[in-house]
């Protein structure tokens, strides 16, 4: 199509584009959004100079766009592109039906608009971001001509080492006073003590998970398994709900790996293995908790049990088979 001047042709490409942009919001009936965590497997540098400048006709639109036009255009698909496992997700599916948690699980590809971060920063580290899904059925909005709908902002990179310092910077004074209490009286074995002071936090609803955690261990220390049980019950619920972050991620699955030690040593096989179980329903992420419940000896209590001989075999089945 010709045009008799720029002028006709610079609104033809401006009506395109907000054609493009009323068909998307039209098609879009989904989006996702919210804070998720993401362990980074690969980062590229996006190079749109280059990737726009191909003969590829999906590009034509940029290069029919006036000068300024396309150069902010290029401009707002500079950055970084990130591949990872969503480890931890708060994001919401907004649509027919409102899903939490959404992504949880899922390999993604998300793109960081340049100066939120760096593949230098991100690079095999989990990073805590705020993620939006951009519509891309039917129009060019950042980043969908890299094949992605995702857009992440707000970077943070965790430090998983350090996720339990980040748990206690959270708490008042008051419970940091009494950690120290507890830490001291573990440092000398007094688990008696310990176990005092945390339900003293416990008792005042200050008892973090990582705090429940620690209580429950202790409990299992002292071979009293049913004391520990609120606390693993409580665990287990956020574990199962995946309402857990970062900061005490290793709590919450610990905590759900010592509630089917517990169960065991109590003889519920049957809730013990249902527990196990659900560590097979990701088997890559839970490699560690599977190949332990197959050698702990606190599992010896159910060892011989009908639905625990079941559960090993297909525990050694996932284990065998190569991870997706």
């Known amino acids: 199509m010709k045009f008799k001047s720029p002028a006709l042709a610079h609104l033809f490409v401006i009506g395109l584009t907000f054609l493009g942009a009323q068909n998307a919001w039209a098609v879009c009936m989904t989006s996702i959004k919210g804070p998720v965590a993401i362990a980074v497997k690969q980062c590229v540098v996006a190079t749109p100079d280059q990737t726009f400048a191909t003969r590829d006709s999906k590009y034509n639109f940029i290069r029919d766009l006036p000068p300024e036009n396309r150069k902010k255009f290029i401009d707002s698909y500079r950055g970084i592109l990130v591949t990872g496992n969503v480890a931890q997700s708060q994001a919401i599916r907004d649509g027919i039906s409102e899903e939490k948690g959404a992504l ?3 390999d993604i590809v998300g793109f960081i608009p340049q100066g939120a971060g760096t593949c230098e920063q991100t690079s095999g580290r989990t990073i805590e971001v705020q993620l939006n899904q951009s519509c891309c059925d039917g129009g060019g909005a950042t980043p969908c001509l890299y094949d992605t709908s995702y857009v992440l902002t707000q970077v943070k990179v965790t430090d998983t080492r350090a996720s339990g310092r ?9 419970a940091q006073a009494i950690y120290g209490k507890v830490a001291r009286a573990l ?3 007094d688990l008696k003590t310990a176990a005092a002071e945390l339900e003293l936090l416990r008792n005042r609803n200050e008892l973090d998970a990582n705090g ?3 209580l429950a261990t202790i409990y299992r220390e002292m ?8 606390m693993l019950e409580s665990l287990q619920k956020i574990f199962e709900s995946k309402t857990y972050w970062t900061d005490n991620e290793a709590a919450v699955r610990k905590g759900s790996f010592l509630y089917a030690r517990c169960l065991s040593m109590l003889g519920k096989s049957s809730e013990a293995v249902l527990i196990l179980q659900g560590f097979l329903v990701e088997k890559t992420r839970y490699r560690k908790e ?7 000896r606190d599992f010896g209590y159910i060892r011989t049990s009908k639905s625990y001989m079941k559960y090993k075999a297909s525990a050694e089945r996932a284990l065998a088979a190569p991870d997706n």
């Open 104 to 106: 949880v699980g899922e």
């Open 166 to 174: 980040a748990a206690a910077e959270k708490r008042s004074p008051e």
């Open 187 to 189: 440092n000398v074995r």
């Open 212 to 214: 429940q955690f620690q």
């Open 223 to 230: 071979d009293k398994c049913p004391k520990a049980m609120p």
């Open 290 to 296: 599977i190949k332990d419940s197959l050698f702990h």
